[in-house]
């Protein structure tokens, strides 16, 4: 490792992982703590977040749990406060929580609808409401929330709540990148593809069928997984992209720069 964030206090929400599959806040996690940042591990289960913290401590990082709802806002604040309270300071937010929303418009439920909006995009909006001022009175930070590429096109299932979310968590980032450059502040948004991770298999594990399939509509024809996109969140996070902002970048495999037809050699391969 090379230090990338020596002395950066880093703050992930769902940081923890589901089953034995590695999620994005975990690697995150990881991955951040290995390049020197002191990492604020959030998740609404304390076990989850206990998997994350541990391997952390195994590798002599350094890290602090705090189980907390930031679907609401007295719960952003209070991770917020006590990350203040534990490390002094906040350098990256990392706006990972997020949960799924299926069906059409013709078939929503009002309940699932408000869980995806309250899981992936006010969660966003109420971390950052409190971590903003707090990065500007130190000097600036580095905001990255996580989108999909079904925020992009019509994904492979019906999710609209899900695909709405997360569609408004990269306008948000864009709109953020503008109110608070200034600030030097930067926030940018990565959008994954069909990554193999914890969160696509948390309601069932993939049929090994669809995962091939996932695999060979991308471009380069290889299987992402949640430690592709920790990296890019390091990159983020760190002063390498210090004239990065307003992005909103997709973590794919090329799978957002292909039509349908452009891939068909590949799908029947």
């Not at 890290?63 to 906040?90: A, M, N, Y």
């Not at 794919?252 to 037809?261: E, R, T, V």
Request: net charge negative; charged share 25%.
């Amino acid at each position: 490792m090379t230090d990338r964030l020596k002395n950066k206090v880093a703050l992930i929400t769902g940081a923890g992982t589901r089953g034995e599959i590695v999620g994005i806040g975990q690697a995150s996690s990881i991955l951040m703590a290995r390049e020197g940042a002191k990492i604020l591990i959030n998740d609404i289960d304390p076990e989850r977040a206990n998997s994350t913290l541990s391997q952390i401590k195994d590798e002599g990082g350094e890290g602090f749990i705090v189980v907390e709802d930031c679907t609401r806002e007295d719960g952003c604040k209070s991770i917020i406060d006590k990350c203040l309270d534990q490390f002094g300071k906040i350098d990256i937010l990392f706006n990972n929580v997020g949960s799924v929303g299926s069906g059409m418009v013709t078939e929503i439920e009002e309940e699932s609808w408000q869980k995806s909006i309250d899981s992936n995009l006010k969660s966003a909006v109420m971390m950052s409401k409190h971590a903003v001022p707090i990065m500007s009175e130190s000097g600036g930070g580095s905001i990255i929330n996580i989108s999909s590429i079904d925020a992009i096109r019509a994904g492979g299932s019906k999710n609209v709540p899900y695909s709405v979310a997360k569609a408004g968590i990269s306008h948000l980032t864009r709109i953020m990148a503008v109110h608070h450059g200034r600030q030097k502040i930067r926030v940018n948004c990565l959008a994954p593809g069909h990554v193999h991770g914890s969160f696509p298999n948390s309601i069932k594990k993939i049929p090994e069928e669809i995962r091939e399939l996932r695999r060979k509509a991308g471009p380069l024809g290889t299987e992402g997984d949640a430690w592709d996109v920790a990296w890019a969140v390091v990159f983020l996070a760190s002063e390498e992209s210090r004239w990065i902002s307003g992005a909103v970048i997709p973590v794919d495999a090329g799978l957002h720069a292909a039509s349908p037809l452009s891939v068909w050699d590949n799908l029947n391969e």
